[in-house]
């Protein structure tokens, strides 16, 4: 039998940048040592459609089994992947995995129409599915699946965890392509990232955290890991490293054992490195020896600033551990890196002014504030479903996981604690005396910076217009202030986009075009139109824009179409279908886009 295992496409276009993931590579390596003839796919290193190249690959390669999965925010790119192939081959056998299918499997096989899932770790479980698929074994007997059978699904015996990592290989990162990747992702400025994994799993149990490989912690060798790392290292040449442990620091002596090994690798190499610590496990000498071994940046999960939401939380971890944690980590001269996520199950609109408050009086942290994302398969999760916040199980992940209010707030606080983020986040921060472009490489944009408040001229690279469209705030390099470039940059590139008096539509009229219109007084001040498939919303105002169908645009003559929505690429291919007249079609993420216009105006 012929393998594809394919890895689900998450950016809006080839070069931009996303955490090249390693599950799916470790389970291709698995597969790939018991010498199954497997044939890999990153839809991300490619701009074609979906559909067609799935449908190339399986045809090239006589493929008969089509291998993928990811975490559940991911699921419609999962599910894209399914569908090409169940159309692309008739008989071909669809096997999906990863964090979505182990938080609820049931949902996610029923919805997606795959025929076979993987629950929990997946390189043995996959490598013990295909010997069963090449010699018709019943599939009751492998671990670690659910499948469908004469209609119905079948769950078999969970798969116990690995408890030796060592004996699994390295992750495939040729396989998908990671060469290429690194040749053209950046992570906030920093090129030829790797993100590596030193543990499995964690052995706490915060109520907005999943742990899809299981809840047993488990250490890697300190031999394996670093013989990968350099080969990564030499065979890569990475520059900087992640490690991407859910909990790094529990044996003190395995600590001081990485950072020795590591800084022999950081003198040679010439890398830095970053890491999660909990709070409550920092002191002077933990941050000193990490800052020896080359550590600059470490990620705290702060996440409340009320000691009665961090313990609903089960953070066990206390305001005071985390203020001990961020100023040792700020005397070192360390990078820091942490958000206050707020709507808690406990959360009201007093705790939530209190975190509020707390953050005003350390800005010096330059912490994030955002909301609690609920995912299957987190307490909070089961909580929602409980009590009919979640309603749907199916459209809840069709609807991308959104932000749903499980706290103690009224929709009304809810709303408004976004406006105060705002504020908060545009009060602390400055806005720089200039800006230039320096280039741009997908939806990365290089720039000259010049701080508002220092006057200090540094490079940084960042995404100005992401998915949600607020943006990175970089932190100057010289004063260590935040700067807020994001909102002048967009109302920038439109006010030079409607200089030839160009025909503009905005398709969408929902939160991100909600962002966009706040943040653009182009979009506002000129004629355009905005269009919206949905007929409740259409004859509305919005912005002082009358809402319209779509069928408006070659009416209009509309040559310009703004997509201010998650569905992007499901918009995109209509427009392109149902208006071939229009000529540039500008996804927000999508700065090479944008750009190209200008050039021509």
């Known amino acids: 039998m012929n393998y594809l295992i394919i890895m689900p496409r998450v950016v809006y276009k080839s070069g931009d940048f996303y955490f090249f993931p390693v599950g799916i590579p470790y389970v291709s390596a698995s597969l790939k040592k018991t010498g199954k003839n497997v044939v890999t796919l990153n839809l991300n290193q490619t701009d074609s459609p979906v559909s067609h190249v799935i449908r190339a ?43 979505m299918v182990s938080s609820q499997p049931s949902v996610v096989m029923e919805g997606l129409g795959a025929d076979i899932g993987v629950i929990g770790e997946g390189e043995i479980t996959v490598c013990k ?50 060469s290429a990747y690194l040749d053209t992702s950046k992570a906030s400025g920093k090129t030829r990232y790797a993100y590596m994994l030193a543990s499995r799993s964690c052995p706490f149990d915060c109520t907005f955290c999943y742990h899809p490989v299981g809840k047993k912690y488990r250490q890697r060798s300190l031999d394996d890991f670093f013989r990968e790392l350099d080969f990564m290292l030499s065979h890569y040449r990475i520059e900087y490293l992640g490690v991407g442990d859910e909990l790094f620091s529990l044996d003190r002596d395995r600590t001081r054992d990485f950072c020795e090994l590591i800084k022999e690798r950081a003198e040679t190499y010439g890398i830095n490195w970053s890491v999660q610590l909990r709070a409550d496990h920092v002191d002077r000498n933990l941050i000193d020896l990490l800052k020896y071994s080359g550590c600059n940046v470490i990620s705290y999960g702060v996440e409340s600033a009320d000691n009665t939401i961090l313990k609903s939380m089960k953070k066990h971890i206390t305001v005071e551990q985390i203020e001990n944690a961020l100023k040792l980590t700020k005397e070192a001269k360390v990078g820091i890196q942490g958000a206050l996520i707020f709507g808690d199950i406990e959360e009201t609109w007093e705790k939530a002014n209190n975190s509020l408050k707390w953050w005003e ?81 997908g939806s990365g944009c290089r720039l000259s910076i010049v701080c508002g408040k220092c006057k200090g001229r540094s490079e940084q690279t960042y995404s100005p217009l992401s998915r949600t469209l607020t943006g990175y705030k970089p932190i100057c390099p010289h004063c260590r202030e935040r700067m807020n470039i994001n909102d002048a940059f967009i109302n920038h590139v439109f006010t030079l986009l409607f200089q030839d008096r160009r025909k503009v539509a905005v398709w969408g009229c929902g939160d991100s075009a909600q962002k966009l219109f706040e943040r653009s007084k182009s979009l506002r001040e000129n004629h355009i139109f905005v269009v919206d498939n949905n007929i409740k919303k259409q004859g509305s105002n919005f912005w002082g824009h009358r809402v319209a169908s779509p069928s408006i645009i070659p009416d209009k003559k509309i040559d310009t179409v703004i997509i201010a929505s998650m569905r992007a690429e499901e918009i995109s291919n209509e427009i392109a279908y149902k208006f071939p007249e229009v000529e540039k079609i500008i996804k927000p993420a999508d700065l090479a886009t944008i750009f190209k216009v200008i050039e021509h105006l």
Request: with cysteine; hydrophobic share 35%.
């Open 57 to 99: 690959a399986i045809k090239e390669h006589g493929i008969d089994v089509v291998l993928t999965g990811a975490l559940s925010g991911e699921y419609n790119c999962v599910k894209d992947v399914i569908l090409a192939a169940s159309r692309a081959k008739e008989d071909i056998i669809t096997v999906v995995g990863g964090g």
């Open 129 to 178: 599915l295909a010997d069963s698929l090449e010699k018709n074994l019943d599939l009751a007997e492998v671990d670690g699946l659910i499948y469908k059978k004469n209609g119905r699904l079948h769950t078999t015996r969970a798969r116990k965890e690995i408890s030796d990592l060592a004996t699994i290989p390295w992750p495939d990162y040729e396989g998908f392509g990671f």
């Open 361 to 441: 009086k350390h800005r010096e942290y330059h912490l994030d504030l955002t909301y609690i994302r609920v995912f299957p398969g987190a307490h909070i999760y089961r909580f929602a479903y409980e009590h009919g916040i979640i309603k749907d199980k199916l459209k809840y992940l069709e609807d991308n996981c959104p932000l749903i209010n499980i706290s103690k707030m009224s929709e009304n606080e809810y709303k408004a604690l976004e406006k105060k983020f705002e504020y908060y986040q545009k009060k602390y921060s400055y806005t720089p005396d200039a800006i230039e472009i320096l280039g741009i490489s």
